[in-house]
């Protein structure tokens, strides 16, 4: 493996759900959370939301003090403050949903590892004759596929623990949240 460095999360300012901006050094000395959502996810994204929805709960006082959660969003054409709104508050979820210009999360993306595709749907891609294109467009007529994992980082901001989306068991993701407080 390489240096730290590597693993080192850069510094970002996003825009939440609620509107406000959001740094990553409003968390400094705090293990932070980050899993990647889109909003019209049929499934593995609910999913997640749910286990950090438990996540947090099981955190207890360590929530806010030592722990924070972030989710990120992989679909900003159509995550807009409204929509993300929508998704956080209708499913009970009170942390941070970030979206932003493509041009400000691709770094962030890309300093976790993030791939991320869009595509028409099929129906779409048979009616205008534009298969195989990229969809990464502003109309809500695109699928997004993205690889990710959520990630737990470390009081200094390293990247340190990475769960893929499929494979969560939330009582060992809550022991390695719990591992970083101790340290």
């Known amino acids: 493996m390489g240096g730290d460095s590597e693993y080192l999360v850069p510094a970002f300012t996003l825009l939440s759900h609620e509107g406000t901006a959001v740094n990553l050094s409003d968390y400094e000395g705090k293990v932070v ?28 006082e360590d929530y806010g003090e030592d722990v924070a959660i972030l989710s990120i969003t992989v679909d900003p054409w159509f995550d807009s403050e409204e929509v993300l709104s929508d998704y956080a508050v209708g499913r009970n979820l009170s942390w941070p949903h970030l979206r932003g210009e493509v041009e400000d999360l691709e770094p962030i993306w890309k300093s976790f590892h993030v791939g991320l595709r869009t595509y028409l749907n099929d129906s779409i891609e048979e009616e205008n004759g534009t298969e195989g294109r990229s969809a990464a467009r ?32 939330p009582e060992l993701f809550l022991n390695d949240v719990q591992a970083l407080i101790a340290e």
């Open 138 to 169: 502003h109309h809500p007529d695109y699928l997004v596929d993205h690889s990710t994992a959520t990630i737990i980082i470390d009081r200094n901001h390293l990247q340190r623990v990475f769960w893929g989306d499929q494979d969560w068991v």
């Open 33 to 60: 959370i980050v899993s990647f959502v889109y909003t019209r996810c049929p499934d593995v994204c609910p999913a997640v939301s749910a286990s950090l929805a438990w996540t947090l709960e099981a955190l207890g």
